[in-house]
Nanobody, 119 residues
Framework: QVQLVESGGGLVQAGGSLRLSCAAS????????MGWFRQAPGKEREFVAS????????SYTDLVKGRFTISRDNAKNMVILQMNSLKPDDTAVYYC????????????WGQGTQVTVSS
């Protein structure tokens, strides 16, 4: 099985930075595509960023492009979301997710970590 645990959320003022981490367990982690999603109160869960199994390809929603960076360190079983120039609209619960390549499906999910950006 694969288990994902997020950490690094918190309260930050607009313009500040946070670094979210996703710690993965399971023998198949290094073979998975990984992504970050977020859900704000009253909103649907939305895609934030993803990185493929090898780290050769990344993708971002236009809402965070240029401000957020996704990376992975497979030797440490870690996925990172570096968030800079944070805005109040970034406030949400952020979730780490994993999926098998070519399936177009996110199968494994973390419990989420709260990010709150004050104005």
């Amino acid at each position: 099985q694969v288990q994902l645990v997020e950490s690094g959320g918190g309260l930050v003022q607009a313009g500040g930075s946070l670094r979210l981490s996703c710690a993965a367990s399971g023998r198949f982690y290094s073979n998975l595509d990984m992504g970050w999603f977020r859900q704000a109160p009253g909103k649907e869960r939305e895609f934030v960023a993803s990185i493929n199994w090898s780290g050769s390809s990344t993708s971002y929603t236009d809402l965070v492009k240029g401000r957020f960076t996704i990376s992975r360190d497979n030797a440490k079983n870690m996925v990172i979301l570096q968030m800079n120039s944070l805005k109040p609209d970034d406030t949400a619960v952020y979730y780490c997710a994993g999926g098998l390549p070519l399936t177009s499906r996110w199968t494994w999910w973390g419990q989420g970590t709260q990010v709150t950006v004050s104005s």
